[in-house]
């Protein structure tokens, strides 16, 4: 998957779930309301994404960069 197809996917409410996102830019994207679970994201760019009220369980995020990641709900 790229950027395009999970900005894509997250637009039509589809879920992105047990992606190999691992290294990924995806940096201020909109990801609200995403179906992220069980994705391996270590390594990703996180930073300045909209993640609100996205589903993360169960997700690796080790050395993830959230900086600025809004995180809320």
């Known amino acids: 998957m790229n950027r395009d197809t999970i900005v ?3 637009r039509k409410g589809e879920a992105v779930t047990g992606q190999n996102l691992a290294g990924m830019d995806l940096s201020r994207l909109d990801l609200t309301g995403a179906n992220l679970a ?3 994201l270590s390594g990703a760019n996180l ?3 909209k993640l ?3 589903n993360l369980s169960r ?3 080790c050395q993830a960069d959230l900086r600025g ?3 809320s709900g």
């Open 69 to 71: 990641a809004d995180l």
């Open 8 to 10: 894509a996917a997250v």
């Open 59 to 61: 997700c690796q995020l």
């Open 52 to 54: 609100h009220r996205a």
């Open 38 to 40: 069980g994705c391996d």
């Open 47 to 49: 930073r300045e994404a």
